[in-house]
C-alpha cells in the first residue's frame, strides 16, 4: 500500500507560480513512474504531466501546460513536483498525484489514468483573473 500526500495549492492570481508537492510512502519510490493529473469543476480528472522511474529522465506534458508546468522527482525524499509558472485561470482546479507500482520500462511515462495503481486526496489549486 502506498500513501501520496500532495500540497502546495492555494490561491494565486493569474500568471502567479505555485510548486505543488507529493510525497510517498514506501521504500522503492524510485520504481514508481509519476503522474500528476487535475479536475477543474463539472468537468472529467485530465493527464497534466508524467515523470519515467529512476531518475525521471523522461517527462511529457498535456499541450495545455506545455512549457509552463514542469515535474520533476527528488527520489531522496520520495516527492515529486509540479512546477507551475504563468498559471491561467483554466489552470483551476483539483490536482492530484498518482503513483505507477506496478512494472514499467525505463524512460517509460505514462498519461492513462487506469495506469496508475494510486492516488492522492488531491490539493485545490485556483488562479483568479
Known amino acids: 500500500q502506498v500513501q501520496l500526500v500532495e500540497s502546495g495549492g492555494g490561491l494565486v492570481q493569474a500568471g502567479g507560480s505555485l510548486r505543488l508537492s507529493c510525497v510517498a510512502s514506501g521504500r522503492t519510490f524510485s520504481t514508481y513512474a509519476m503522474g500528476w493529473f487535475r479536475q477543474a469543476p463539472g468537468k472529467e480528472r485530465d493527464f497534466v504531466s508524467a515523470?519515467?522511474?529512476?531518475?525521471?529522465?523522461?517527462?511529457y506534458y498535456a499541450d495545455s501546460v506545455k512549457g509552463r508546468f514542469t515535474i520533476s522527482r527528488d527520489n531522496a525524499k520520495n516527492t515529486v513536483y509540479l512546477q507551475m509558472n504563468s498559471l491561467k485561470p483554466e489552470d483551476t482546479g483539483v490536482y492530484y498525484c498518482?503513483?505507477?507500482?506496478?512494472?514499467?520500462?525505463?524512460?517509460?511515462?505514462?498519461?492513462?489514468?487506469?495506469?496508475?495503481?494510486?492516488w492522492g486526496q488531491g490539493t485545490q489549486v485556483t488562479v483568479s483573473s
Open positions: 498518482a503513483a505507477r507500482t506496478r512494472p514499467s520500462s525505463f524512460g517509460m511515462w505514462y498519461s492513462g489514468q487506469s495506469q496508475y495503481d494510486y
Open positions: 515523470v519515467s522511474r529512476g531518475g525521471g529522465g523522461s517527462t
